[in-house]
């Protein structure tokens, strides 16, 4: 290493690394992603075909979302929100503690 040292991290750093990683992820556990899409979609009578065409993605995308088994990218909330001529935050929000 011609002379540089390097400071390496204690078992301390280590141990309180993963502290904060394992309360952060408790935290986010108690969070959902809850969505609006299926009455979005009811009130413009768009079926989840015509929505997944219009977003450039498939109906079971749209489908998994609406029955909460995909959380869409931020992109994707975005596009949908704007297909659907809604605000992004009245199609999806969260819910749970914080």
């Known amino acids: 290493m011609h002379g540089k040292l390097v400071a390496l991290p204690s ?14 992820m408790a935290t ?9 899409l299926k009455v979005a ?7 989840q075909e015509e929505l997944a065409n219009l977003a450039g993605v498939t109906r079971q995308t749209i489908s998994s ?10 992109l994707l909330a975005f596009l949908l929100a704007k ?3 809604k605000p992004v935050d009245e199609l999806f929000f969260l819910e749970g503690d914080e």
Request: aromatic letters at 12%; one cysteine or more; proline letters at 2%.
């Open 11 to 24: 078992l301390l750093d280590i141990f309180a690394f993963f502290c904060i990683i394992r309360i952060g």
């Open 28 to 36: 986010m556990t108690k969070l959902r992603l809850e969505n609006r």
């Open 41 to 47: 979609r009811a009130e413009k009578n768009i079926s």
């Open 65 to 74: 979302i609406e029955t909460y088994q995909y959380i869409p990218s931020a």
């Open 83 to 85: 297909k659907l001529e």
